[in-house]
């Protein structure tokens, strides 16, 4: 953006600061750090603001590189500019940041970074934070690559790809390596349609082993789910909001961040059904408004919602100023809390949201309910995702599975 832009942008960016829900404290420290690189950039007659100039604007002023933060304060002081420059180009921002991906990338392997970014990742129907992780991957593969003297695409090998998986295997966990290596798969597979390598993912990443111990998701019954739901005091404020939530999570299967995202506008009571676009996923999903919801839905709106909350969002905080809920953590204490006094047993259990969404799927198969079914509730793309969530014995799953058209 050009810097009169910017100038002009700082009033919306404050007040969406403000409409999130931001305390006193980070409004006005947002506040000082952007009237002050406002002022650093009248002075130094820059035309242009964008990420280099950041930089340096952060370098000059307060002696640190913000792609490299050491110490908490210098992460606050860095926080305005950064949410700033993403809300100005997507419409929103992270809660956290990490270090600038694109920056890093070494100039030799800039031009097909960029491509693979604007022709390939940019055009997954993924959401933003699932994009900004595959370019976080990427650019992870080619600094390594630069640093053991392959500077061009066309000359990495399969073993270049290996040896890199094998050191980053030393540093993270089993789950963020498998990750990684579907991420890499797809981009290789992308870049050899494109001529650009001489192998493509497969070949690199025969298999992809999940974990190999047995590990059986938690779930619970749906007498569990029953008590759970009976234990909630429904006769003031918080039970209200609870038994909506935990509503939500038991009987569609609703991941967290979607129920605190869940708007008005997406509840249609003249044809009993929610219309959502999901956040991990970014793809729409429509369920049936049935009564169990529906009920303490109206309940929670008309008599358990402060009058003076958040218009725009379905669900808002207990306490002033009645914010839209800014993260998934006090559904998980509504969870936890609502199993402790129902007296269910989770010992060596998760016990979070995501725990009755597992849940759901198990109950729905029990009941001989087909995989497409279940993927229709989830809002999987995909039957294969929904059977990461089953837990009934193998048998059973493979009949029903049988129910599937093989292009599923």
Not at 69 to 97: A, D, N
Not at 130 to 135: F, P, S
Request: aromatic fraction near 10%; proline fraction near 3%; hydrophobic fraction near 35%.
């Amino acid at each position: 953006m050009n810097t009169q832009d910017y100038i002009e942008f700082i009033p919306k960016f404050i007040c969406k600061l403000n409409d999130d829900g931001m305390s006193e404290d980070i409004i006005n420290t947002a506040k000082w750090i952007t009237n002050h690189f406002k002022k650093y950039c009248l002075k130094n007659c820059i035309k242009s603001v964008n990420m280099e100039v950041i930089k340096k604007f952060y370098e000059e002023q307060y002696d640190f590189d913000i792609f490299n933060p050491k110490y908490k304060s210098q992460i606050v002081l860095r926080r305005p500019l950064l949410i700033l420059m993403e809300y100005y180009e997507t419409g929103s921002y992270f809660k956290t940041h990490q270090k600038s991906i694109t920056l890093n990338v070494p100039r030799e392997y800039g031009e097909v970074f960029s491509l693979i970014q604007k022709e390939y990742i940019n055009n997954l129907d993924n959401c933003i934070n699932v994009k900004k992780r595959k370019v976080w991957i990427l650019a992870n593969l080619v600094n390594y690559l630069y640093e053991n003297n392959i500077t061009d695409f066309k000359d990495i090998q399969i073993s270049n790809i290996s040896n890199y998986i094998d050191l980053v295997s030393k540093k993270y966990a089993k789950q963020t390596i498998r990750t990684m290596k579907s991420v890499l798969r797809e981009i290789l597979n992308w870049l050899y349609q494109k001529n650009i390598i001489s192998f493509n993912g497969k070949m690199a990443f025969p298999l992809i082993k999940g974990d190999t111990r047995d590990k059986m998701l938690s779930t619970y019954t749906e007498e569990e789910i029953k008590r759970i739901l009976e234990v909630i005091d429904v006769s003031n404020s918080y039970g209200k909001c609870a038994y909506l939530v935990i509503s939500l999570l038991a009987y569609y299967g609703l991941r967290a961040g979607d129920i605190i995202a869940l708007k008005l506008e997406n509840i249609d009571f003249a044809n009993n059904s929610i219309k959502i676009i999901q956040r991990k996923t970014n793809k729409k999903l429509i369920l049936p408004l049935i009564d169990e919801v529906k009920f303490p839905l109206l309940d929670y709106l008309k008599n358990g919602k402060n009058p003076s909350a958040n218009k725009e969002y379905v669900l808002s905080t207990m306490y002033a100023p009645y914010t839209k809920f800014n993260n998934t953590s006090s559904i998980y204490r509504m969870v936890s809390r609502a199993m402790k006094i129902a007296g269910i047993n989770f010992e060596n259990k998760h016990h979070g949201p995501h725990a009755l969404r597992h849940s759901l799927a198990t109950n729905m198969i029990n009941n001989n309910v087909p995989i497409s079914a279940i993927s229709n509730v989830l809002g999987h793309s995909s039957t294969k995702t929904t059977n990461i969530y089953i837990t009934k014995d193998t048998t059973h799953l493979r009949e029903l599975t049988l129910e599937v058209p093989c292009n599923e």
